[in-house]
Every structure is written in structure tokens, then in C-alpha cells.
């Protein structure tokens, strides 16, 4: 039995390290010290849809537009907002070249702004996710910590992320 005090003591950023290999760290999206959930600032008017991914075939880009589009018939002022990578801006403007709602869809390249996926999540009437699977769905939480209504799938662990009440 030894006394706790003798052993040898480690600052905190030791404990984050893994013996033998180069530091990493993990930084997870709604966790970051620059994200700021709930936020001031107060939804656009008109609706405004926010979507946030890389829009890679898994999220389903085009069930995303297909949707928007019948929302659009109802809500002709409706306005959608992408935020995603520089790849997925790319794929934004193939899908959204013929697209004839396009002038309704802003698209952002959330990489280069660490403060503008908070401000876009304020801004938001609702968030909108179609991802044909999603293992946890860390904009989920992003968008729930800033109190949006969220539309996603039943699919992989959104049930279990947006919790039994869902839907709504």
C-alpha cells in the first residue's frame, strides 16, 4: 500500500497524451471552447432552413433540395443555408446549377469561420438533416444546444440522439 502523495504527479496536458505517440488532440464539434450554444441572436424572418454537412451521397443533397422545394410551395419566402466544406461547395454548385429554387439557397464554407456555424444555428427557424445514415450526429446536438426544432431521418442514432419525444 502506498500512500497517494508519492506518486509521481502530472500535469493536466500530460493526461491527454498517449505514451509513445505524437500528441493529438480531439476536439469534438459541440464541445469546441469557440462554439457558443443558445446564443442572442434572433431567427431570420423569413423561415430559414439550415443544413449542415459535407454533402457527400450519404447526407442526401438531393432530398434536401427536393424537400426545401415542396417547402417552398407552401412558404414561398422560405430561405435555405448550407454550411459545408470546400468539397461540398463544389458539389453545391453542381446540384444547385439547374436547381429552380437556387436563388433561395446560400451556401457557406463553414471551415474558415469558427464562430460562423454558431451564428448560423442562431439564425435558423429550423435545422434539416437527410442523411441516409448517421452514426450520432454531432450537428443534431449543435442544433438542439441552440434550441432549433430539428427534422432528420429515423435512421442509425438520430432516435437515440433526439430521444423519445421525437418526433414532434
Known amino acids: ?11 493536466s496536458s500530460d493526461l491527454r497524451k498517449i505514451p509513445g505517440l ?3 488532440e480531439v476536439v469534438h464539434n459541440f464541445l469546441r471552447r469557440d462554439f457558443v450554444p443558445g446564443g442572442n441572436g434572433a431567427p431570420r424572418s423569413p423561415a430559414t432552413y439550415l443544413h449542415v454537412s459535407s454533402l457527400r451521397p450519404v447526407k442526401r443533397p438531393e432530398l434536401l ?12 419566402e422560405a430561405r435555405l443555408r448550407i454550411v459545408t466544406t470546400g468539397l461540398g461547395l463544389e458539389r453545391a454548385r453542381e446540384l444547385l446549377g439547374g436547381y429552380p429554387h437556387a436563388e433561395a439557397v446560400t451556401v457557406l464554407d463553414g471551415g ?5 456555424l454558431s451564428r448560423e ?12 445514415f448517421e452514426s450520432f450526429g454531432l450537428v443534431i446536438l449543435e442544433a438542439m444546444a441552440h434550441g ?21
Open 112 to 116: 474558415n469561420e469558427p464562430a460562423l
Open 1 to 11: 500500500h502506498r500512500d497517494l502523495h508519492s506518486f509521481p504527479t502530472r500535469r
Open 121 to 132: 444555428y442562431q439564425g435558423a427557424t429550423a435545422f434539416v438533416l437527410t442523411s441516409r
Open 148 to 168: 432549433l426544432p430539428v427534422v432528420a431521418p429515423a435512421v442509425g442514432g438520430i432516435p437515440e440522439v433526439l430521444g423519445e419525444g421525437w418526433p414532434f
Open 65 to 76: 433540395l427536393a424537400a426545401f422545394a415542396q417547402a417552398r410551395e407552401q412558404t414561398p
Open 22 to 24: 505524437p500528441h493529438v
